[in-house]
DNA sequence: GTGAAAGCGCTAACAA
DNA sequence: TTGTTAGCGCTTTCAC
């Protein structure tokens, strides 16, 4: 019995009386369909319980399947860039289909070959680091959307943050609590991928110390792309124990402001009053009142909703490349001492969402 | 130049000199091929860079793409059963596609016919919460391999850790650092899924308790689903201040056991000295150093493993049911008393992995 | 061992 | 507005 009575769109259009083009038209909604027939040709569907095959339609048509790269599902941030896909696709046709890089050896560009493979009306990769030359060659075959990165005129729409003010806030905040001696945990630079969001957040920071008039003393640790490795753990121990220890640190992610926190607390740092920290994308964990920690919000959600719309406009016919840019909000925790050290509360709440 | 110049199985044909049907055949690696004609279709294909498109495939024969569903991505225990998923299908011509509930109303039906209409050559079904009679349906029209499930004879394999020992393991420790007054976080009994594994954990729990005599000590507190929200964050409020507050704690998952720790953070209550916690799953967070929970290590990559090997063998032809349980281990950390509090030490090691 | 021919389920011209 | 017809790229008998 394994899968034999599927019905096919002839038996759909049997059923109703009509021809088997009547019955595609009906599914795509396209011109020249009656209001009898489309009746008639939906009760049949029902009727039989029909669904169409995507691979039939993928071999003459769309597939109705977008492409979404991830490049690590354990970074807390990423799932809700995928929840805000999904929530965008919701009331569409579109149906999202999940490639994640299982490690950092494995290229991305299998994963897209795999997705070209397969069809897929667009694509949607997050913080991917292949080349802007790849990148504009692939969005030639097929509609893409970039997610964390903020390379231009490459055939593709972007979505990102902006990553400069996120850092500023973050900067701000710290020498508004008394901080001067601030550090920046860096991605290593990466060749291939220049205009990544980590090289933004640096700018960022970069200029806001200087606005400060504490350009003397940026202190710019490389901690990724990895941190949670013990190369990580050990460029974060580092860091604490170096004579020039800052009061303050500012990752470049929450992953690696709580590498630095793990560090601190082994050596028995008391956060804040030892060391004061603040991390990007406002994780899940950050709200855990041991964690408790200070981080820019980027709205994950709203990036993820963001580029599958765009990514579907795109698929409908837009040529001209889009690039949106939502606003980081700062969440002050304990581990800036911005709020009780022991209450994880939190002084600056989510701002309200729009669409 | 949209795609327009992809090579097809008729051009490598051509290139090669022989038919359409034989380079199909070397592609598959089916019988009646001679080593010449393969030499010169590999080369051809190479030449071409030819790649097969899974649709067109797909309409004939096999999409040698398993589907993979996940209940949430964001508990970092499924991201290494995918990791494990990955890893075992690398050497093979299957890719996985993913799909995620992406929240707790969506049924997970509905992704599961997302992947029938794709006709996937098999399913690997995360801890779902279906009917016992759903998944014996849907096993008979396609290879379904269970992770986190304990039902048999439903035509499925399934691949779990053995949930009871695991328990048993966590109270023999907390009960050797002197406690008696241990409560159990369990998830909200699942009507259609009654073969999960918190229920099995509850049992272990139960029965570990009777064994040393603490049968009059139990205490069962509901925490889940969603042990984060609001509600689990009450309901661990409650526990720790009611009048029987238990002097240490095993939760169902990591989860569960975290947000206690939160709670208790939050009454400034310390751990372990006024509360152990041990959790289920060791999960990365575990062993950041202001977490050090101690937790039962099931494993999870070799259960990916097992569970894409298990599924694809059932695809190539295997009928009987096979039943796939590992063993877990304990891993004790500072949260249980079991290691000094600060350090987050790791005293019993994460076991050597085998195959 | 190899190739010709039919057809998987659907879409898109075009004709009616 | 509707139906007819020809494929999309591949697999699979079944002759040769």
Request: charge should be negative; hydrophobic fraction near 25%.
């Given at each position: 019995m394994r899968d034999n009575k599927r019905a096919t769109i002839s038996d759909v259009a049997t059923q109703a009386g009509v021809s088997r083009a009547a019955v595609s038209k009906v599914m795509r909604s396209a011109y020249g369909t009656s209001d009898d027939m489309r009746k008639r040709v939906e009760g049949a569907m029902a009727a039989l319980n029909y669904r169409p095959q995507f691979a039939a339609r993928a071999l003459r048509g769309r597939t109705y399947t977008l492409g979404v790269l991830l490049p690590d599902i354990r970074n807390p941030f990423f799932p809700d860039i995928l929840d805000g896909i999904t929530q965008a696709l919701a009331d569409t046709q579109y149906q999202p289909l999940l490639g994640v890089r299982p490690s950092v050896e494995v290229t991305e560009r299998g994963l897209i070959e795999t997705m070209l493979d397969r069809k897929l009306d667009g694509l949607i990769l997050v913080a991917p680091v292949l080349g802007h030359d790849y990148l504009m060659q692939l969005s030639a075959m097929t509609p893409t959307v970039l997610i964390g990165r903020h390379d231009?005129?490459?055939?593709?729409?972007?979505?990102?943050?902006?990553?400069?003010?996120?850092?500023?806030?973050a900067i701000d905040h710290l020498v508004a609590q008394g901080h001067s001696h601030i550090a920046y945990l860096d991605l290593e630079p990466l060749k291939d991928a220049p205009f990544n969001p980590a090289r933004f957040r640096r700018q960022g920071y970069q200029s806001a110390m200087r606005a400060?008039?504490?350009?003397?003393?940026?202190l710019i640790t490389v901690i990724g792309p990895d941190?949670?490795?013990e190369r990580g753990r050990a460029a974060a121990r580092q860091l604490l124990t170096s004579k020039r220890r800052p009061t303050a640190v500012f990752g470049w992610t929450d992953e690696s402001a709580l590498t630095v926190m793990s560090a601190a607390h082994e050596l028995g740092l008391r956060i804040p009053?030892?060391?004061?920290?603040?991390g990007y994308d406002n994780s899940r964990l950050c709200a855990l009142a041991q964690i408790s920690l200070t981080s820019i919000d980027q709205d994950a959600q709203l990036l993820g909703r963001a580029s599958a719309r765009m990514l579907i406009e795109r698929i409908e016919g837009r040529r001209e490349d889009v690039h949106f840019v939502t606003a980081p909000q700062i969440v002050v925790?304990?581990?800036?001492g911005g709020a009780r050290a022991n209450?994880?509360?939190v002084t600056t709440e989510r701002r309200p969402r729009s669409a």
């Open positions: 231009q005129n490459g055939g593709f729409d972007t979505v990102n943050n902006d990553d400069r003010l996120g850092a500023k806030l400060h008039g504490l350009g003397e003393n940026e941190s949670g490795s009053e030892d060391l004061a920290l603040a925790r304990g581990s800036s209450g994880g509360t």
